[in-house]
Every structure is written in C-alpha cells, then in structure tokens.
C-alpha cells in the first residue's frame, strides 16, 4: 500500500521572517502537516483491512477521513513550494498573460484573492486554480477543502485556518494576507500554471 510522506520544508523555518515566524512555519509544517500525513496513511490502511476482510462498516466516514486528510497534505505541499524567502513581486510569462485576460491586470487579481481569501468563513484556504474544463486560472474559496473543485489543479494557495497565523497575527487574517505577497514564489506558480494549461 502506497504511504503518503511528509515533504521537507525547500527553507529554513525563519527563512519566510518577518511575513511568517519561525514557530508558526515549525508548528504549521511539523505538527498541522504531520497530522494530514497521519490521517491519510491510517484512512488507507484501515480501507485495505476493509477490502482485506470484506468488511465495510463505517466507510463512508472512512472515505470522508481520507478526503480531508488528502486535501490537507496535497495544499500545504502546494503552500511550501508557494512561498520562497526571495519571493514576492510579480508573475512573469504566460501566467502573468493569464491574469491580465482573464481579471484585468495582476493588481486585480491580488485583490481579487486577497479579498477571497480574508472573506473564508471560520477555516479554509484561498486559491488561485487552473480550470481544465475553461481553461482559465479561476480565484476560489475553499472552506471545506475535501469538496475542491473536481476539475481543477491548485496554482496559489493561502492557508486561512488559524493554525497558519494566529501565533503571530492574532485575529487579524488581514494582515497575514496582505504580507503573504511578499513571500510568494512567483517563479513556482509559473511552473504549475505552464504545467496545468500544457503551455
């Protein structure tokens, strides 16, 4: 049975300082992250002892661990990689292309995530997605982040729940928003986005 793994964090955990500290990258990466890992792997055991046994009892709460858990480790692996001590800045290439067709202009679309991503009701994530079924780069909201778009691969993402920022910002997720910009590895979305749209 194939095993999910926790990545190495591509920095130092004060490398994204004074944007995000050192206690919540260890905390966020070592622990929250750890967790998802832990979820997913003991969900697909216990499915392997279901099939094992021919015994199905609760599996659709079974499924629905491993969705969540899933999720969570597929978009704090995408967030590591997201963010680069020397980000910030702007999109380059086809992405920056992209952006502009698709919300008008680069400063637009920041608005436009940044406000999608502060307005998250309790926990969740703010996404910048590719769509494969437009093929457009789409801003979503991702409250439940088992129930992601099905038809979509995530290009930007900003995890919102408290365990990301509350240490350092307290309540206010403006903030952490707003300084998220300075860190993001431009070059990395770039890659995803040429990836995703085959460019």
Known sequence: ???????????????????????????????????????????????????????????????????FNLAGHINHSVFWENMSPDGGGEPGGDLADALDAQFGSFEEFKTHFSEAAKGVEGSGWGMLLYDHVADIPIVSMAENHQNQYPSATPLLVLDVWEHAYYLQYENNRGEYVDNFWDVVNWDDVEERYDEASGM
């Open 1 to 67: 049975m194939a095993t999910y793994e926790l990545p190495e964090l591509p920095y130092s955990y004060d490398a994204l300082e004074p944007s995000i500290d050192a206690h919540i990258m260890e905390l966020h990466h070592d622990k929250h992250h750890q967790g998802y890992v832990n979820g997913a792997n003991a969900a697909l055991d216990t499915l392997e002892e279901m099939r094992e046994n021919d015994e199905w009892g609760d599996v659709k709460g079974v499924e629905r661990n491993l969705a």
